[in-house]
């Protein structure tokens, strides 16, 4: 071990001295340079990581309160489909610090001696290349795999993180998943890469939503060469009030600036049906820009109904749900026309690929009807005349078949099941389960056995 230890930093001095061409990717190469000759950091020091005490923990967490609280469910669902590779979850602060962790609770004393817990400082002018320091100074998501870090101390560690900004472009954090695991291969890093960016992306999402949640928010698909999918914010006189970051590098490019009142027809060709007068959920819709070549797929949400805010769940806010992912990677279907037998076949089989794919989140009839392109009331009765059920039976349902196939063919925890599937606890798990099954998920499993 020491050996490579010495080979390791050795090879870092000859990069950051310019002695020898780097094999690594460049943005990593980059790092050690400025971690070795501006910050004037030794590879070889096998000094403790730095963890902030914890009054100053609160003040950190204070500060950036509504991040964590936006971010909350974007790193359950995360640490949810990650936690049996034994990674944890950190949301870090502009300066790099763990203001906000999942993982698992009986090794948090392994997790702390590492510093990939609460109040660990991850800055690049404190610990080197790393994947939060490394995001915050280069702003965009990177995976750095072992001997990707500068220090010595960190080569058995794999971590991807990435950038979050909110809802008008300022950079206020990072999200990374980290293992201290050294058996798990760079390949399998390179997966969570893409779904801590996907949870990072998510989590603006629902920043912008909610800061503009009194306007009109249009997710229009983009050309992905421009970022894929983008943000608007248009008030009732049809003025484009703000844009996410990737929408304002798009509007930039179209050649328009924010700054005063720059009108929604302007930039799109006029669509009545973009903001229509009455209230009815999600619309999907396409847009003409004429700086596009095609009619740009789009999401519509109106301005937030404050009656309805207060009826619905504390812990789903559904105006400020996700939706750029359904935008995305779903198939588009703008205002389908239900038939007598229900919902097409096309749009049925996508409804039930996006619920058995997100089987451990809180699905709602929002969250489906959006993706059917319909708004909640004529989603539900038409998904009922095609199924012969509610979409809340037909998910319970779903999710008991999934509970049933990793019963059958694992060992894992009952706890963890119910967790997967999307119950809330055990308890709740069990009960639905033999309701529906007959028996309960442990006898279930030794019968199978």
Not at 275 to 295: C, F, M, T, V
Request: proline share 4%; hydrophobic share 40%; charged share 25%.
């Amino acid at each position: 071990m020491a050996d490579t230890a010495n080979r390791h930093a050795d090879n870092v001095f000859s990069v950051a001295e310019g002695h020898a061409t780097p094999s690594t990717d460049r943005f990593i190469a980059r790092s050690w340079q400025r971690s070795a000759n501006t910050y004037k950091l030794d590879p070889a020091s096998n000094r403790s990581p730095v963890i902030i005490t914890e009054s100053e923990l609160r003040k950190y967490q204070d500060a950036a309160s509504r991040l964590i609280a936006v971010a909350r469910n974007e790193i359950d669902h995360l640490y949810v489909s990650l936690r049996s590779a034994n990674y944890v979850v950190l949301l870090c602060d502009t300066d790099g610090t763990v203001i906000d962790c999942r993982g698992d609770l009986r090794q948090a004393a392994q997790y702390t001696y590492w510093g990939v817990w609460l109040g660990g400082v991850w800055s690049e002018d404190v610990e080197g290349t790393n994947g939060i320091g490394t995001v915050i100074t280069e702003r965009r998501a990177l995976t750095v795999h072992m001997s990707e870090h500068f220090r010595n101390r960190h080569i058995t560690l794999s971590c991807s993180g990435a950038p979050i900004f909110d809802g008008t472009g300022e950079f206020v954090g990072v999200l990374d998943v980290s293992s201290i695991d050294p058996e798990l291969s760079q390949h399998a890093h390179a997966l969570t890469g893409a779904l801590v960016t996907a949870a990072a992306r998510a989590i603006e999402e629902r920043m912008f939503r909610e800061q503009f949640r009194r306007d009109w928010i249009i997710a229009v698909r983009v050309p992905d060469d421009l970022g894929s999918a983008m943000l608007i914010a248009v008030d009732r006189d049809r003025r484009i009030v703000a844009a996410d970051r990737i929408g304002r590098n798009v509007l930039s490019q179209w050649g328009f600036r924010l700054e005063g009142a720059l009108d929604l027809r302007t930039v799109f060709e006029r669509n009545d049906a973009a903001l229509p007068r009455k209230n009815q959920g999600d619309l999907w819709i396409r847009l003409k820009s004429p700086q596009a070549e095609e009619n740009l797929p789009a999401i519509v949400t109106p301005p937030d109904d404050s009656t309805a805010r207060r009826l619905q769940s504390e812990t789903e806010d559904l105006q400020t749900r996700p939706r750029l992912d359904a935008l995305v990677n779903g198939r588009f279907a703008p205002a389908p026309l239900l038939v007598r037998g229900g919902l097409p076949p096309a749009i049925l089989r996508r409804v039930c690929e996006f619920v058995d794919s997100n089987l451990g989140r809180s699905l709602d009839i929002d969250s489906l009807a959006t993706t059917a392109g319909l708004s909640p009331f004529h989603f539900a009765r038409a998904f009922k005349q095609s199924e012969g059920s509610t979409p809340h039976h037909f998910i319970l349902q779903r999710r008991i078949a999934k509970a049933r196939e990793l019963l059958s063919r694992g060992d894992l925890p009952l706890s963890e099941i119910a967790l997967v599937v999307g119950f809330a606890d055990q308890s709740h798990f069990t009960r639905r389960f033999q309701e529906i099954v007959g028996t309960s998920p442990g006898k279930f499993r030794r019968l199978r056995g």
